[in-house]
């Protein structure tokens, strides 16, 4: 949590909108003052959806898809990591892109198949699957189940061999390798609730069981190392270790993967000053790495699959709110607040993230105030930015949070009985809402 005293040194660092670099989705241009996404004018859509209200620039989106597909070549495999941003709209995306999703868990395996998604392109995570998930994706004809643990190889074998099914399966690895990034995203070290270690034996041990387990289809391994990665080295470290693991697998276990699924994790800016590393070059890295190190040990060259999330929908989404009050506190700090917060962007709260906002209907003039965006929330830490950059703010202005397209709508709550925002898709100036904002009547329509 940042600390709640205003940073006396702190100055506003007065670039506009257009200058904020890598935060900006592609399409993102200032219009006589005015911020426009998508051809659509942010300030106007706000006001005629309301706030808080999310914002998705599809061209953005199938951008970041089409350049993973190239990046990876056409026998290799793009799965979009659903945890990130799901709703039907973004699976339909996702089909007529031809990429594959990785899905956690029932739900967004529920809302996948409720959209029409072939299941064979649907990859299953999570790192305690219960019996009904389980049984929900083995007879949905899942394409790959990611085994986690002993207990669900036991049980996916129970489950699959019931119903004369064999299942497709990945061990997940822990590569014991620690990526760049906040502790709480990192997942590939050996202290890690995800997996099986390398270094214990556990690896193997569980490859020797998939092979012998009845219903089960042992095709590879799957490893995640982490989350908003800036230092891509820990992804050539990550090859090493897999390629050292399959040389021992296909010796002692007498099994070679096919397939190498690599996990999402490539970071994005969220701050003006970021330069995340781009698309290309981890495509590069991988697509060069893995062969060569395959090639060194006379091992079979596997399909590989990467799970981008944040990467691909991160700087496509932004979120508009409406400044409702402004509390000035004098050599305290400047509160301005908007008409949502930490039920749509627990982020800053969870993991001190921080955001670049504009105000969309001045999107022309410097950002020359700082000032705290303050939630609706009773909760003194639902604050969304903090001691942030923004033009000078009064009651009634649109502010655009930018970059909010990952882990936001998907982490967002109900806290206080908030209703979530609506979703909206802006393509070539046409607006299109593909989630309505929820009403008093779902937050009661589970009550009995
Ligand atoms: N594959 C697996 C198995 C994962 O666990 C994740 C993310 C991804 C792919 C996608 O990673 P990405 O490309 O989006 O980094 N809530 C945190 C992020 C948690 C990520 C969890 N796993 C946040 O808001 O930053």
Redesign the pocket.
């Given at each position: 949590m940042g600390s709640i005293r205003r940073d006396k040194n702190a100055k506003p660092d007065m670039r506009t909108t257009m200058q904020l670099g890598a935060v900006l989705s592609k399409t993102a241009e200032v219009r006589n003052g005015h911020l426009y996404v998508g051809g659509v004018n942010m300030a106007e859509l706000a006001r005629e959806q309301g706030t808080a209200l999310y914002v998705m620039d599809v061209a953005q989106i199938k951008q970041q898809l089409r350049a993973y597909k190239e990046a990876l070549g056409e026998d290799n495999i793009v799965a979009f990591?659903g945890?990130?941003f799901l709703n039907k709209a973004m699976v339909r995306l996702l089909a007529a892109e031809g990429c594959y999703l990785?899905v956690?868990g029932g739900g967004e395996l529920a809302i996948a198949l409720a959209a029409g998604f072939d299941p064979k392109h649907v990859i299953v995570?999570g790192n305690n699957k219960t019996e009904t998930e389980l049984t929900e994706a083995i007879e949905a004809g899942a394409g790959l189940i990611?085994a986690d643990c002993f207990e669900e190889l036991e049980r996916i074998s129970r489950i699959a061999s019931a119903r004369g099914i064999t299942q497709s399966i990945l061990l997940?690895i822990k590569p014991g390798v620690v990526a760049d990034t906040?502790t709480?995203?990192t997942?590939g070290s050996e202290d890690s609730k995800?997996g099986f270690g390398i270094t214990d034996g556990w690896a193997e041990r569980a490859a020797a069981q998939a092979l012998q387990l009845p219903g089960i289809a042992l095709k590879g391994i799957?490893v995640?190392i982490?989350?908003?990665?800036f230092a891509i080295s820990s992804y050539a470290d990550t090859i090493e270790v897999l390629a050292n693991l399959t040389e021992n697998l296909s010796k002692n276990c007498g099994f070679t993967p096919e397939i190498i699924d690599l996990?999402?994790?490539?970071?994005i800016a969220y701050q003006a000053a970021d330069e995340p590393t781009a698309i290309q070059e981890l495509g590069q890295l991988i697509t060069k790495q893995l062969p060569k190190a395959w090639e060194q040990r006379g091992l079979p060259l596997p399909t590989i699959i990467v799970?981008?999330?944040?990467?691909?929908v991160?700087t496509a989404g932004l979120t508009l709110y409406t400044v409702g009050a402004i509390k000035d506190l004098k050599d305290i700090r400047c509160f301005v607040a908007i008409d949502g917060g930490m039920t749509d962007n627990i982020?800053t709260a969870?993991?001190d993230?921080r955001y670049e906002s504009v105000i969309a209907n001045k999107a022309d003039r410097p950002r020359d105030a700082i000032v705290t965006l303050a939630g609706k929330h009773c909760e003194s830490g639902d604050m969304v930015a903090i001691d942030a950059s923004l033009q000078t703010p009064e009651v009634g202005d649109i502010v655009a949070m930018l970059a909010t397209g990952?882990?936001n709508a998907t982490?967002s709550s109900n806290y206080n009985a908030q209703v979530r925002p609506a979703v909206v898709f802006v393509e070539d100036g046409t607006a299109t809402l593909v989630q309505r904002r929820e009403t008093y009547t779902d937050l009661m329509a589970r009550d009995i």
């Open positions: 990591a945890k990130s990785d956690s995570h990611v997940r906040h709480f995203m997942t995800f799957h995640h982490g989350s908003q990665i996990g999402g994790g490539l970071g799970e981008p999330g944040r990467s691909i991160g982020r969870l993991y993230a990952a882990y982490m």
